[in-house]
């Protein structure tokens, strides 16, 4: 059950490029839906014109004449959709900041499924459920997902759904950096390093009937790398860094357990020494034992409670690293390579496959278990 909602105001804002077919509905419906909002008592729109070829700032400046509430600011080339973010986001004055694009493929109806959870979390991201997009978008989208899984460890569902919501005081107090489509995920990462509880809500995603999309050009994507190579190298990065560090040193502490344990079980205690498998199987046992706890807790950082899908996870992942260290080293082997030779290419390997399992599978932030803001 959702507490109750103080009454809203709010700054809604639409980055815009050549959308000349879609920007009158989509200012006309905005103003209809939130006139009729019981959350909303006060509100502006803000259109963000990003150096349109098209008609788009005739018609928003014909909207501005008409409606009070309406404000046009207009970029004279196009900067990327990032500048338009970062321009919509400055120029804010109410106590919330809304989003969303004007292709009309969100219905800002479903404002009211962000707007119910602003009494327990400051920001509240949709997600598009399902989305309605073309095969290779889609996966261009999951592979944009990962990488930024991989590189900044962030878990979002769908990182660049346009439809998001934020306190203003928090949002304009980030520096952001990015120019193009990297925004989103620059601000999602700075917030989650600042440890600002994020709310995810589904939202429909509708067909896009009118204008032509632009995420996909090759200059945009080329735009979105080169910004995340730029805050990788930068201040966003090394988290990654830290945590292979961390990783490691997680490896060789656990290393010492599992020795340190065998040699007191077999030399301490008569039954293990004369059973030395199970001596070693409990010696392991200690070994990761210990690496679940510390790379849970240490190297990725988690505070909600250990689940049993976790234990589940870790020890697949454990077996799973086990049987390509032994696979990959016999086939080195085999191959004719000099053993030790095979042994650090093994261990590399292993490594890497251990800690990008352990980062994107076994130790997820569970989302459910947020904890909650009062606004």
Known sequence: MHRALPSLHERIFFPVYNEEKNIRETILHTIQTVEDSPYISAYEILVVNDGSTDNSVEIARLMEKIF??????????????????????????????????????????????????????????????????????LLNARGWNILNRIFFGLRIRDIDCAFKIFKREIIQDIHLRSGGA?????????????????????????????????????????RALSDMITLYRGELGPIAQKQALKFIAVGMINTALDALAYIVLTRGFELFAHHLTIAKLLSFLVGTISSLLLNRRWTFGLRTRLSAREVVRFYAMTSLSLAINVALMNVLVGLGMYD???????????????FTLARLWVFRERRSKQKTYAT
Request: overall charge positive; aromatic content about 8%.
């Open 340 to 354: 030790l030779y095979a042994l650090a290419l093994t261990t590399i390997f292993t490594f890497g496959a251990g």
């Open 182 to 222: 990297m925004i989103n995920a620059e601000i999602l990462i700075r917030l989650k390093r600042s440890h600002v509880p994020i709310k995810e809500a589904p939202v429909s995603h509708l067909p896009r009937t009118a204008g032509s999309p632009t995420g996909a050009k090759p200059t945009v994507i080329a």
């Open 68 to 137: 009070p509430q309406v404000r046009l600011v207009n970029h004279p080339r196009n900067l990327g959709y990032g500048e338009a973010l970062k321009t919509g986001i400055r120029a804010a004055q109410m106590d919330y900041v809304f989003f969303t694009d004007a292709d009309r493929q969100f219905d800002i109806l479903e404002i009211h499924n962000l707007l119910i959870h602003l009494s327990r979390y400051p920001v509240v991201i949709g997600y598009r459920a399902p989305r309605h997009d073309p095969f290779m978008r």
